[in-house]
Antibody, heavy 122, light 107 residues
Framework: QITLKESGPTLVKPTQTLTLTCTFSGFSLSTSGLGVGWIRQPPGKALEWLAV???????YYSPSLNNRLTIAKDTSKNQVILTMTNMDPVDTGTYYC??????????????WGQGTMVTVSS | DIQLTQSPSFLSASVGDRVTITCRASQGIYSYLAWYQQKPGEAPKLLIQ???TLQGGVPSRFSGSGSGTEFTLTISSLQPEDFATYYC?????????FGQGTRLEIK
């Protein structure tokens, strides 16, 4: 059974760097084709894709946030880490990580974590 | 970036109704489209990928169709548990964009 869980601070100050960890079980990110992505959702608004990392360490980012995001994996710990610099109140929202079973275009994010709420405020 | 536009943004319907939600892409994406359902306070749930492939465990009243730039999600007979927000997402190219969502409410 695949599970993912996000963790990190619930409150960050403007200009600070946010670090979120996705800890997963039921699969290994060393398995060919697999990926883990991050998606966020401001309160009452739509989903926004942020980044994805694959088993071979290929990484893709949202261009609107590219210069603020870094995604990395720790295969030994079954974790994917997302950092976002220069946080702003508009970054407030729920952050989800999700499993992508294959890198091919036919494959969506099939299993999601419960999400973690992050508030940006001084 | 590929823009996805869902219509309608809001839909009011009754139990037993047949409803259709449309997702239009700003450029062709073959069949590389997924549909998710999200209920308040919950994570999104994958319903359909590759435009029409139903995920395991998803009721057969849900169906998807389309290719290229126009896609539809149809619920053949609404059940009380179907009232939620629905999102489409494209996987043709990065960034992996979402539609703005369609909120389905009970009439």
């Amino acid at each position: 059974q695949i599970t993912l869980k996000e963790s990190g601070p619930t409150l960050v100050k403007p200009t600070q760097t946010l670090t979120l960890t996705c800890t997963f079980s039921g699969f290994s990110l060393s398995t060919s084709g697999l990926g883990v992505g991050w998606i966020r959702q401001p309160p009452g608004k739509a989903l926004e894709w942020l980044a994805v990392i694959y088993w071979n360490d290929d990484k893709y980012y949202s261009p609107s946030l590219n210069n603020r995001l870094t995604i990395a994996k720790d295969t030994s710990k079954n974790q994917v880490i997302l950092t976002m610099t220069n946080m702003d109140p508009v970054d407030t929202g729920t952050y989800y990580c999700a499993h992508r079973p294959q890198v091919g275009a036919g494959h969506a994010f099939d299993i999601w974590g419960q999400g973690t709420m992050v508030t940006v405020s001084s | 970036d590929i823009q996805l536009t869902q219509s309608p943004s809001f839909l009011s319907a009754s139990v037993g109704d047949r409803v259709t939600i449309t997702c239009r892409a700003s450029q062709g994406i073959y069949s590389y489209l997924a549909w998710y359902q999200q209920k308040p306070g919950e994570a999104p749930k994958l319903l359909i990928q590759l435009a029409s492939t139903l995920q395991g465990g998803v009721p057969s009243r849900f169906s998807g169709s389309g290719s290229g730039t126009e896609f539809t999600l149809t619920i053949s007979s609404l059940q009380p548990e179907d009232f939620a927000t629905y999102y489409c997402q494209q996987f043709n190219s990065y960034p992996l964009t979402f539609g703005q969502g369609t909120r389905l409410e009970i009439k």
